[in-house]
């Protein structure tokens, strides 16, 4: 059974592969033969750009498309601009195109997906057009259009043809990764209720609930350019991945909870909140049955709906039989806290659930605010990745100018391709690598089919029997993950080394420098990439664990307009950068992470609550904060004792706001207090003494 599945598993990917390899061959020659016939000057940049914007999913062609025809009309204009006000000084417009260069790279590290993309491609036609440009200074409009005319028509081509022709779409997987994941949730609640206050997120797999969820949203962001379905129900997949990440939250702090008081011997506290916790399994199941689809969790909707008064009432009940019993103040005050996390976590459950029920309906329009995505994206390292990439244009268009080198264009416009292009890789150094490969690989080819295979070609249809095969075995290297970027590095070279044009000349001379040229701008990009790189493993950790208490100490003094899912949104793109970057440290950081979601959590909630201490609030915050940015056992001593003083001074008011205040400064200090905690949090940032992750090696 298992080979059977196996065999047709690898079937079905080989198929995936070669209609991938057979669309973009046909989406090549398709704006390779539209160039020519236009006699356009440069038809291999449309071949180029075929290879750049080709995607297996339809979604992402079209997408990559998209920001590329924005960042190729934003990156026009800008050089003509800058043309305009220095085209009689080559020296300061070669300064002014590398500092936009840098902006655009900066840019490019700042955003994600392939938004980042329109940057990389708004430096990479300054280059295109400003190069040549500068030299001609009175055909630079009509380089201008004919250049984005070339790269308009190689995306138009790869986004047609993929659309059309066997098209792969993104939307069922991103329908199967929302059922996933909340059938996953549920079937942990199951778990987790069976035992409650028991197990904890971080016996299961964190990253399926902490990180993962972030994955949801990229799928969002390309399905919405393939399918209108995806379009309609966009903001009901953003308020699902908002309710989700809340909701863990949440769940992650009960449990917490639950631990402090196992450690604190409230047992009756913990045996009376026990039968209300089991009671919450049958209520988000279908007979024992965990919902697989929307239309099985409308059933849940409504068990939730009517779960939640009773659920108020229960916990009322049972606090009663507590103090009858003449339960101890401190574990009267365990019960009220865990209380109210419990209701949160039902209403929340409720809501991701009612979010989820709704995908079912195309007219559905959310009735709570839908929060925009937020990522963790560090000021410095972009500053930094900016910095390299000007420094790197700076050195090739000094070397051009001094020594007059024909192919210094060509270089320097490689050099920005490959800084802008793994400006937010993991392994930039990698990546430069496998691109000079094929680089490499391609040069040879371009030789090959220069001296023997061309010159026999008297028609389009010769010219592309010849040159079909080479693109197939680099689209086969580049459709495999592993090595997509020699595959694509492969044909980039194919296609500007050839001279691909209605006038073919063959030299076999000015090839070679053209490819040469290419792989020293390349060589100089990793250069710059080995001159300001990430350091070392403890560089690393310090650096992750400085921004994890940055980004918590902030909750103290943010506006809290939007705070929460801006908090739960930066904490878990930061671990998902750790796993990307930094695996080997995911496991270290992950349990302090989930600690710094809870405690950020607890402050914010402290926040949102109404206080007639707003002095005494703002002064405990300022200490607060201190404690975080620079932990020791004497700020955290002082903040415990303002904690104390404000929680006094709430408990002296006679308002209902202020026992639920009391709550919230209870479970702040709580936290702080768990030794467990901050003797994690303060041994990894006791190794921070200053340094970073970019930095100069």
Same mark, same amino acid.
């Given at each position: 059974?298992?080979?059977?599945?196996?065999?047709?598993?690898?079937?079905?990917?080989?198929?995936?592969?070669?209609?991938?390899?057979?669309? =973009?061959?046909?989406?090549?020659?398709?704006?390779?033969?539209?160039?020519?016939?236009?006699?356009?000057?440069?038809?291999?940049?449309?071949?180029?750009? !075929?290879?750049?914007?080709?995607?297996?999913? *339809?979604?992402?062609?079209?997408?990559?498309?998209?920001?590329?025809?924005?960042? /190729?009309?934003?990156?026009?204009?800008?050089?003509?601009?800058?043309?305009?006000?220095?085209?009689?000084?080559? /020296?300061?417009?070669?300064?002014?195109?590398?500092?936009?260069?840098?902006? #655009?790279?900066?840019?490019?590290?700042? %955003?994600?997906?392939?938004?980042?993309?329109?940057?990389?491609?708004?430096?990479?036609?300054?280059?295109?057009?400003?190069?040549?440009?500068?030299?001609?200074?009175?055909?630079?409009?009509?380089?201008?259009?004919?250049?984005?005319?070339?790269?308009?028509?190689?995306?138009?081509?790869?986004?047609?043809?993929?659309?059309? %022709?066997?098209?792969?779409?993104? @939307?069922?997987?991103?329908?199967?990764? !929302?059922?996933?994941?909340?059938?996953?949730?549920?079937?942990?609640?199951?778990?987790?209720?069976?035992?409650?206050?028991?197990?904890?997120?971080?016996?299961?797999?964190?990253?399926?609930?902490?990180?993962? &969820?972030?994955?949801?949203?990229?799928?969002?962001?390309?399905?919405?350019?393939?399918?209108?379905?995806? +379009?309609?129900?966009?903001?009901?997949?953003?308020?699902?991945?908002?309710?989700?990440?809340?909701? /863990?939250?949440?769940?992650?702090?009960?449990?917490?909870?639950?631990?402090?008081?196992?450690? $604190?011997?409230?047992?009756?506290?913990?045996?009376?909140?026990?039968?209300?916790?089991?009671?919450?399994?049958?209520?988000?199941?279908?007979?024992?049955?965990?919902?697989?689809?929307?239309?099985?969790?409308?059933? &849940?909707?409504?068990?939730?709906?009517?779960?939640?008064?009773?659920?108020?009432?229960?916990?009322?009940?049972?606090?009663?039989?507590?103090?009858?019993?003449? #339960?101890?103040?401190?574990?009267?005050?365990?019960?009220?806290?865990?209380?109210?996390?419990? /209701?949160?976590?039902?209403?929340?459950?409720?809501?991701? =659930?009612?979010?989820?029920?709704?995908?079912?309906?195309?007219?559905?329009?959310?009735?709570?605010?839908?929060?925009?995505?937020?990522?963790?994206?560090?000021?410095?390292?972009?500053?930094?990745?900016?910095? +390299?990439?000007?420094?790197?244009?700076?050195?090739?268009?000094?070397?051009?100018?001094?020594?007059?080198?024909? $192919?210094?264009?060509?270089?320097?416009?490689?050099?920005?391709?490959?800084?802008?292009?793994?400006?937010?890789?993991?392994?930039?150094?990698?990546? !430069? +690598?496998?691109?000079?490969?094929?680089?490499?690989?391609?040069?040879?080819?371009?030789?090959?089919?220069?001296?023997?295979?061309?010159?026999?070609?008297?028609?389009?249809?010769?010219?592309?029997?010849?040159?079909?095969?080479?693109?197939?075995?680099?689209?086969?290297?580049?459709?495999?993950?592993?090595?997509?970027?020699?595959?694509?590095?492969?044909?980039?070279?194919?296609?500007?080394?050839?001279?691909?044009?209605?006038?073919?000349?063959?030299?076999?001379?000015?090839?070679?420098?053209?490819?040469?040229?290419?792989?020293?701008?390349?060589?100089?990009?990793?250069?710059?990439?080995?001159?300001?790189?990430?350091?070392?493993?403890?560089?690393?950790?310090?650096?992750?664990?400085?921004?994890?208490?940055?980004?918590?100490?902030?909750?103290?003094? @943010?506006?809290?307009?939007?705070?929460?899912?801006?908090?739960?949104?930066?904490?878990?793109?930061?671990?998902?950068?750790?796993?990307?970057?930094?695996?080997?440290?995911?496991?270290?950081?992950?349990?302090?992470?989930?600690? !710094?979601?809870?405690?950020?959590?607890?402050?914010?909630?402290?926040?949102?609550?109404?206080?007639? *201490? &707003?002095?005494?609030?703002?002064?405990?915050?300022?200490?607060?904060?201190?404690?975080?940015?620079?932990?020791?056992?004497?700020?955290?001593?002082?903040?415990?004792?303002?904690?104390? @003083?404000?929680?006094?001074?709430?408990?002296? @008011?006679?308002?209902?706001?202020?026992?639920?205040?009391?709550?919230?400064?209870?479970?702040?200090?709580?936290?702080?207090?768990?030794?467990?905690?901050?003797?994690?949090?303060?041994?990894?940032?006791?190794?921070?003494?200053?340094?970073?992750?970019?930095?100069?090696?």
């Amino acid at each position: 059974m298992n080979n059977a599945w196996s065999w047709s598993n690898w079937i079905r990917q080989e198929s995936l592969r070669w209609s991938f390899i057979a669309k =973009t061959c046909a989406a090549a020659m398709l704006a390779l033969f539209i160039s020519f016939r236009l006699d356009l000057e440069a038809p291999g940049t449309a071949l180029v750009t !075929v290879f750049i914007v080709a995607q297996p999913q *339809s979604g992402m062609v079209i997408a990559k498309g998209f920001y590329r025809l924005v960042g /190729t009309a934003i990156g026009s204009i800008v050089t003509l601009l800058i043309l305009a006000a220095f085209a009689q000084n080559p /020296t300061l417009f070669l300064l002014a195109i590398s500092l936009w260069i840098g902006i #655009c790279v900066a840019c490019a590290a700042w %955003f994600r997906d392939f938004q980042a993309y329109a940057f990389v491609l708004a430096g990479y036609t300054a280059c295109l057009i400003g190069f040549p440009a500068v030299q001609n200074p009175d055909q630079a409009f009509d380089l201008a259009i004919t250049r984005v005319s070339e790269i308009y028509i190689g995306i138009l081509c790869t986004a047609v043809i993929s659309d059309v %022709f066997w098209p792969q779409h993104l @939307t069922p997987q991103l329908v199967q990764n !929302v059922r996933q994941h909340y059938h996953d949730l549920i079937a942990y609640l199951v778990r987790a209720v069976a035992q409650p206050l028991d197990i904890s997120i971080q016996q299961e797999d964190p990253l399926r609930f902490v990180i993962r &969820i972030l994955d949801l949203e990229s799928l969002r962001a390309l399905a919405v350019f393939e399918d209108p379905r995806s +379009r309609i129900r966009s903001d009901r997949l953003r308020l699902f991945s908002a309710d989700f990440m809340r909701l /863990t939250t949440t769940l992650q702090a009960l449990e917490q909870m639950g631990h402090r008081m196992r450690n $604190q011997k409230q047992w009756l506290a913990l045996n009376a909140l026990r039968p209300i916790v089991q009671s919450l399994g049958l209520e988000i199941t279908l007979q024992g049955q965990i919902p697989q689809c929307a239309a099985e969790s409308t059933p &849940i909707l409504r068990q939730l709906g009517s779960y939640q008064p009773w659920l108020v009432l229960h916990l009322q009940d049972t606090r009663l039989r507590l103090q009858a019993h003449h #339960c101890l103040e401190q574990e009267l005050d365990a019960f009220d806290d865990a209380s109210a996390l419990l /209701t949160r976590m039902v209403s929340e459950l409720y809501d991701l =659930t009612g979010t989820y029920a709704s995908l079912l309906d195309s007219r559905h329009k959310p009735k709570r605010p839908v929060p925009s995505p937020v990522f963790f994206t560090p000021s410095m390292e972009v500053i930094i990745t900016g910095i +390299r990439a000007v420094l790197a244009m700076l050195v090739l268009n000094v070397f051009w100018i001094k020594t007059a080198w024909p $192919q210094g264009a060509l270089a320097a416009t490689i050099a920005c391709i490959a800084c802008a292009l793994f400006a937010s890789v993991a392994q930039p150094q990698r990546a !430069v +690598r496998h691109m000079a490969v094929g680089f490499s690989a391609g040069l040879m080819a371009a030789m090959l089919m220069n001296l023997m295979v061309l010159p026999y070609m008297h028609s389009f249809v010769e010219l592309s029997l010849g040159i079909v095969p080479f693109i197939i075995c680099g689209l086969w290297v580049a459709s495999r993950p592993e090595t997509y970027g020699m595959g694509t590095a492969f044909c980039m070279m194919l296609s500007t080394a050839l001279p691909l044009q209605n006038t073919m000349v063959f030299d076999g001379v000015m090839l070679l420098n053209n490819g040469l040229a290419q792989l020293l701008g390349l060589a100089i990009a990793g250069i710059a990439f080995s001159v300001l790189q990430r350091g070392q493993i403890k560089q690393q950790r310090d650096y992750y664990v400085r921004h994890l208490a940055r980004t918590l100490a902030a909750t103290c003094r @943010t506006p809290l307009k939007h705070l929460p899912h801006q908090f739960d949104g930066r904490i878990r793109d930061l671990m998902r950068q750790v796993m990307l970057r930094s695996p080997h440290l995911i496991h270290e950081l992950l349990p302090c992470a989930l600690s !710094v979601l809870e405690l950020g959590d607890a402050i914010i909630r402290l926040r949102l609550q109404p206080t007639s *201490s &707003i002095p005494a609030l703002k002064k405990t915050l300022r200490q607060l904060e201190l404690s975080l940015r620079q932990p020791s056992q004497l700020s955290r001593q002082q903040a415990m004792g303002l904690l104390r @003083t404000l929680m006094h001074q709430t408990e002296a @008011t006679p308002q209902t706001s202020g026992e639920q205040t009391g709550a919230h400064i209870r479970r702040v200090l709580q936290i702080i207090a768990d030794d467990p905690w901050f003797a994690r949090f303060q041994s990894l940032d006791a190794h921070y003494a200053g340094q970073g992750v970019s930095r100069a090696t």
